[in-house]
């Protein structure tokens, strides 16, 4: 969710805030109750949907999915270097040159490379356990299970974060259709205030609590628009010397 829209809901929130207050100004004009009621709802629905958005949040779905990969990469190594073994004790060039990695190239490249890669380590390991090959290195059935069961895991997460994305972006677009509901009644109602009501100083009172504040700029921006605040003051009090003396 971007900062603006945090900043659009601020502003509604004390514009509804503000005519709670001058109620008495406004509660005999039916087009005004119906227009603000209309306004609260939409903006309890749209901050139901800011709250869903931000608890569909991925990191920590990022974060198990790599602790995940960390496990079956640290996993499948320790299971390399008994593997090595066998094949150094048998002379076996083509399997060393499948088990003879390191973490750091079992994880090379592309992620689903790398659990590829290691998935076809287990494989030949659970093909050569039926022949009890490795028996005597200890490899064991339990020990490959757990390490495919990481990659299970893995994937588990994998999936979970497509549809977590799925979810999100659905929910986006739903916050910015009431977003642009709301500011359209928002319209409707700066209409009615100004043409329905007559007391000059509830009018003003509204039109100031229709002002959004912009929490998001940058500080280079609040430090720019600071330096020309200074400049500005400078050359006020330069102009006004001169012209004193």
Sequence with gaps: MQQTDSNFMNMVQTVLANLKKDKDYWV????????????????????????????????????????????????????????????????DNVLLQLVDQSTNSLAAGMKNDAISRCSAIINKAESMLVDSSLSNFKITATELAAIRQLVVVY????????????????????????????RSSLTLLDDLVEGFLDDEGMIARYKTSRAIANYGKSKTAKKKENETETATETATETATETANQ
């Design 28 to 91: 005999m004009e039916p087009e005004i109750v119906t227009e603000v009621a209309k306004i609260e709802t939409g903006y309890n629905d749209a901050l139901d949907i800011m709250n869903n958005v931000s608890g569909l949040d991925q990191k920590g779905y990022t974060m198990a999915k790599n602790n995940a990969f960390d496990s079956i990469i640290s996993a499948t190594f320790k299971l390399c270097r008994k593997m090595c073994v066998y094949a150094r004790r048998n002379n």
């Design 155 to 182: 994937n588990e997460h994998i999936d979970g974060r497509a549809t977590l994305k799925t979810d999100k972006t659905t929910s986006l677009q739903d916050l910015s259709t009431q977003l642009n509901n709301l």
